[in-house]
Nanobody, 125 residues
Framework: QVQLVESGGDSVQSGGSLRLSCAVSPSPTSARCMAWFRQVPGKEREGVATIDGAGSTTYSDAVKGRFTISRDDAKETVYLQMNSLKPDDTAVYYC???????????????????WGQGTQVTVSS
């Protein structure tokens, strides 16, 4: 059974930075599409960033230029470096994994069968 465990969520002021981590076991991070999503109460879960088995990345327009997704295959961990944080970035952030190598063709959260428990990020103005 694949398990994803997020960490790194915290409360920060606007303009600050955080790095989220997602530890994946037992399957290797390098062989599957990994993604970060976020969700606020009353809204749908939205995609933030993806990284596929080849290391290609995508970002939502809301975070492009501020967030960076990466992975350390030796540590079986995926990261989300978040800079220049804004109050609109406040959400529960989830790590997710597909069962295929590529992220292209993913149709939102339903394309990801494996999820972590989420970690809260709060950005104050």
């Amino acid at each position: 059974q694949v398990q994803l465990v997020e960490s790194g969520g915290d409360s920060v002021q606007s303009g600050g930075s955080l790095r989220l981590s997602c530890a994946v076991s037992p399957s290797p991070t390098s062989a599957r599409c990994m993604a970060w999503f976020r969700q606020v109460p009353g809204k749908e879960r939205e995609g933030v960033a993806t990284i596929d088995g080849a290391g290609s990345t995508t970002y939502s327009d809301a975070v492009k230029g501020r967030f960076t997704i990466s992975r350390d295959d030796a540590k079986e961990t995926v990261y989300l470096q978040m800079n220049s944080l804004k109050p609109d970035d406040t959400a529960v952030y989830y790590c997710a994994r597909r069962v295929v190598y590529y992220c292209s063709g993913a149709a939102g959260p339903s394309s990801f069968p494996y999820w972590g428990q989420g970690t809260q990020v709060t950005v104050s103005s």
